[in-house]
């Protein structure tokens, strides 16, 4: 039996309506989402991103100290990451994408490399 | 002039089908029947017909200002992807705030700037959504804070217990225990 055009037709439109019906979903959020790791003694790497998956070259990365002074006002590269020397003084990291859109990283929540 | 002409029966499943097809068609319609409470129970949530949300957390003292806090759903918080686990709060200002009140920012634990002062709520001031990252470290005994931005520049905070904003939250943390 061969299949008439119109029924391939309705074929592919009702495969292609059920694959954006289950690809919608992944598209609602955009939180912003930061990490950070040290890559040795003295350096701090991290990377900035949103969790539709897309990087965040440009957003604004501050490593704050605890006493609100900015120790490093910073800018992700194009890769998405910006790397800094470990402050002498207590501090963390604002990953800062436009008000209410922040990540806070502690860096008591940076893991040893 | 003797054409032979073969013709195989037809199999079982398309005699089946042949006969029942629009009594299935029929079936498949009836389905979405099944969803439609849940439907409507959330289209009138969404709307704010059924209230801010599924539980009131109540009116908030801010200042000079307050607002109306509730959790979209009571529920635990749901993991959305790599960002972690959220939760959903809503908000209405108080009638008084609605021009004055520039931004309102949630958070667990009290911000260490205006910057940082946790997730924003969007929407109209009459019923505000925000959706806030719960870490998993979260102690269940922390504070919920909730600040508030002056177009002004003035800035208010307040803050009630998380096991007030959201029983669920609290009781997802115990479950899970403590993580380091």
Redesign the interface.
Known sequence: MTRSPLHSRLLASAALLVLSAGFSA?AL?H???CECKAIDAEQIQCTGGF??GSGAPGVTLDV?GYD?TILVPGKLGADSTLTFKKPGSEF?V?F?AG????V?IDQADIQAP | MNKAISITPPSRLSRFWHKWRFHINVLLLLIPLGFMPKYFADASLFRGDSGLGQREIGTVQVGPWSLRLAELREEAPSLSGPAGYMKDFTAALCDACVEPVKATYLRIGKPRSLRAAGTIFFGTPYRMGTQMPIPEKTKPDAELWITMEGWDGSMHQASIPLSQASPATVAWLNKQGAKP
């Open positions: 992944s959020a939180n912003p989402m969790s539709d704050i609100e963390y604002l800062d008000p209410g859109h922040v806070e």
